[in-house]
């Protein structure tokens, strides 16, 4: 059985994080491991604590998880501080980690901050170089190339402009996947853009009607590492994700008051 990494914050209501992604690793029939770089007191109406795991032990989880099941892939997500970005990158370059997929996580579905503003700087500068693919939302992408998006052309240019900002820092770009489920898109339509290779391929889909999507970027970053850890293309992997993360909110989970979780598990009922 094939092994994938998740390195995120932990959400106590269990939609989103950790959680998420270790029920969307077992889904896809592989082994999850974690390491938790921040705890929240949080549920679906919104997070009303973090506490920052300290640096030193988020390094720690890593290196003892490469030293005994090596991962085939690696997912990160909330990164709260550039300390923890800076123990992570230097874990993962240790260990030599490949397959990295990269969710930066900025803001919850609820609309509250994760992620303080040097950690953006550390994640592009330190993180991004090693990752194969990131998987920004619009309101992430538009942070990251510091641009507005508000159309599908923008779309475009928003993922050359963040492959740019890599390539100059370190001479490669990952693939970028720009997730179009906050608009952008045709009306119904949930179209996410992916450039990889130099190539621009749109990944469309239909707009699933359902409030309750609380975890859906956590879910398809950790169903792509998935798809990487299996050998996968990018586009392969990112389809094949986005298939999944389809079926998850069509299932109409509907639990708590506010933005519910998915079905992570609807494959099997």
């Keep these: ?6 390195i995120a914050g932990s959400d106590s209501s269990g939609g989103a994080g950790i959680q998420a992604d270790v ?4 889904a896809h029939g592989l082994f999850a491991e974690c390491a938790i770089t921040a705890l929240t007191a949080q549920n679906t109406m919104g997070v009303f604590g973090v506490q920052d795991v300290p640096p030193a032990f988020v390094e720690q989880q890593i290196d003892v998880v490469f030293d005994d099941i090596r991962p085939h892939a690696v997912k990160i997500g909330m990164v709260s501080s550039a300390p923890i ?3 992570i990158a230097d874990s993962l370059s240790r260990n030599k980690a490949e397959n990295i997929i990269v969710d930066p996580v900025m803001v919850a579905t609820s609309g509250s901050a994760l992620i303080a503003t040097d950690a953006i700087d550390a994640l592009v500068r330190r993180i991004f170089p090693m990752a194969a693919m990131v998987t920004p939302n619009i309101p992430e992408a538009a942070v990251l190339a510091e ?3 508000a159309s599908e052309d923008d779309m475009e240019a928003a993922a050359r402009a963040i492959a740019q900002r890599v390539r100059e ?3 490669r770009a990952p693939a970028v996947l720009v997730k179009g489920g906050h608009g952008a898109n ?4 949930a179209d996410d853009l992916l450039l990889a290779d130099g190539e621009l391929r749109w990944l469309r889909g239909q707009r699933i009607d359902n409030p309750n999507a609380h975890g859906t970027g956590c879910s398809l970053s950790s169903a792509i590492a998935c798809g990487f850890a299996l050998g996968q293309t990018p586009e392969q ?4 994700a986005k298939e999944y993360v389809a079926g998850a ?3 109409q989970l509907n639990l708590g008051r506010g933005s519910g979780p998915l079905d992570h598990m609807w494959e099997y009922r």
């Design 1 to 6: 059985m094939k092994a994938v990494l998740t």
């Design 147 to 149: 641009q507005p998006i």
């Design 249 to 251: 909110l069509a299932a």
């Design 85 to 87: 970005v800076d123990v």
């Design 169 to 171: 820092a370190c001479g």
């Design 237 to 240: 992997a990112a389809r094949s």
């Design 186 to 189: 045709r009306p119904g339509q």
């Design 23 to 26: 029920k969307t690793i077992a």
